[in-house]
């Protein structure tokens, strides 16, 4: 059974720092490039960052670029994204999914939500 789980979300000040998880299972992760989505109330859903399935590449939000760092363990099977210098337009339910080839995608996590505010 395939599974991403995201974890590491919750509320926190403007300005402050989270670090999310998502720990895949039932599949080949190393294999896989990863990426972080989010969902805004009554946004679409908007590509944040990724990462190949190596670690070699990284692509990120110009408006996140200088703020979040997408990473990987593929010892663990898990895909991370730090967080810093949150703003409150960084709100929004956060997803991993996984692609195996040109960026389409997989499967899907439940989502995790960040909320930024003070």
């Known amino acids: 059974q395939v599974q991403l789980v995201e974890s590491g979300g919750g509320l926190v000040q403007p300005g402050g720092s989270l670090r999310l998880s998502c720990a895949a299972s039932g599949f080949t992760f190393g294999v896989y490039d990863m990426s972080w989505f989010r969902q805004a109330p009554g946004k679409e859903r908007q590509f944040v960052a990724a990462?190949?399935?190596?670690?070699?590449?990284?692509y990120y939000l110009d408006s996140v670029n200088d703020r979040f760092t997408i990473s990987r363990d593929n010892a663990k099977n898990t895909v991370y994204l730090q967080m810093n210098s949150l703003k409150p337009e960084d709100t929004a339910v956060y997803y991993c999914a996984a692609s195996k080839g040109n960026w389409s995608y997989d499967y899907w996590g439940q989502g995790t939500q960040v909320t930024v505010s003070s």
């Open positions: 990462i190949t399935w190596s670690g070699g590449n990284t």
